[in-house]
């Protein structure tokens, strides 16, 4: 299904009747990967789930953002995007239903600050919030990753001088393409430059200001966001609980898929 929010063209998938579930993917993933999790949510709940502008590369059917996003550009699309799956216009009417929300990685990230920052303000109220292997916290840089970075804004630099711009049109753009992860040399320049402002920013500060009661689920073998950050969210986030799937990695939804999804029913209340 598609539909525009914040202008852009936006492919979603949304199953089932009842209380809103909206489930939001992470960096370089889509929609259609939670798709077996929401056959088995939404047996009780509308669950909902939009490919982020952008996040999805060749993966997604929405489109990205003319122009680089960052976390509160994400927040304000899942907002909009609720209100759409509500049925209500984007102002408040004071009747704030009921939202319960997914996150994996780069969604849980978004949906941190909006929970934490914003919560109060929302024209709707966050009944449940789940964080699965969550972005969010920025781990402390070594010594050597510190050195990396300093080289790679020297080479920057230099690189976007006019004569050195001038002579060599391509050279900039081709640097920055071979630095960085692989989803950072597979995105566009907008998504890169987006890539950048997301993932640099660290949300530990709205983590104890979130009301809504917090699972999180995490693979104990998570590389991209180790489960040392889940135990950190399991500190700052009130009342909070961490489960731990064991052996699984990034996409532990997706490793552990039957645990996972009794997992979800236990916190879900779904028979």
């Given amino acids: 299904m598609e539909t525009t929010i914040r202008g852009i063209r936006t492919h979603y998938i949304e199953k089932g009747e009842g209380p809103l579930l909206v489930m939001i993917h992470g960096w370089a993933s889509n929609a259609d990967l939670f798709s077996r999790t929401m056959d088995a949510l939404s047996v009780k709940y509308h669950v909902a789930a939009p490919d982020l502008p952008g996040c999805s590369g060749?993966?997604?059917?929405?489109?990205?953002?003319?122009?680089?996003?960052?976390?509160?550009?994400?927040?304000?699309?899942?907002?909009?995007?609720?209100?759409?799956?509500?049925?209500?216009?984007?102002?408040?009417?004071?009747?704030?239903?009921?939202?319960?929300?997914?996150?994996?990685?780069?969604?849980?990230?978004?949906?941190?600050?909006?929970?934490?920052?914003?919560?109060?303000?929302?024209?709707?109220?966050?009944?449940?919030?789940?964080?699965?292997?969550?972005?969010?916290?920025?781990?402390?840089?070594?010594?050597?990753?510190?050195?990396?970075?300093?080289?790679?804004?020297?080479?920057?630099?230099?690189?976007?001088?006019?004569?050195?711009?001038?002579?060599?049109?391509?050279?900039l753009e081709k640097y920055k393409k071979s630095h960085g992860s692989a989803d950072y040399r597979a995105a566009s320049p907008v998504m890169r430059d987006t890539m950048v402002r997301v993932v640099?920013?660290?949300?530990?500060?709205?983590?104890?200001?979130?009301?809504?009661?917090?699972?999180?689920?995490?693979?104990?073998?998570?590389?991209?966001?180790?489960?040392?950050?889940?135990?950190?969210?399991?500190?700052?986030?009130?009342?909070?609980?961490?489960?731990?799937?064991e052996g699984a990695g990034h996409f532990s939804f997706l490793d552990n898929e039957f645990l996972f999804v009794r997992v979800m029913k236990s916190f879900l209340e779904i028979q």
């Fill in 200 to 245: 640099n920013e660290d949300e530990r500060e709205w983590m104890p200001l979130i009301k809504a009661p917090t699972l999180l689920v995490w693979g104990t073998a998570d590389t991209a966001t180790p489960i040392s950050s889940g135990e950190m969210m399991e500190s700052l986030i009130p009342g909070s609980g961490l489960v731990r799937i």
């Fill in 58 to 171: 060749q993966t997604g059917g929405s489109d990205e953002p003319e122009s680089p996003w960052n976390v509160d550009d994400y927040i304000e699309f899942v907002r909009e995007f609720t209100l759409y799956m509500l049925g209500l216009d984007a102002g408040n009417d004071g009747s704030r239903p009921e939202v319960i929300f997914l996150g994996h990685s780069h969604g849980g990230r978004v949906l941190i600050k909006m929970a934490g920052r914003d919560g109060d303000k929302l024209p709707f109220r966050i009944d449940k919030m789940i964080l699965v292997d969550s972005a969010g916290i920025v781990p402390e840089k070594t010594e050597a990753q510190k050195a990396a970075i300093r080289r790679y804004k020297t080479g920057r630099k230099i690189l976007e001088t006019p004569i050195v711009k001038a002579l060599f049109p391509d050279a």
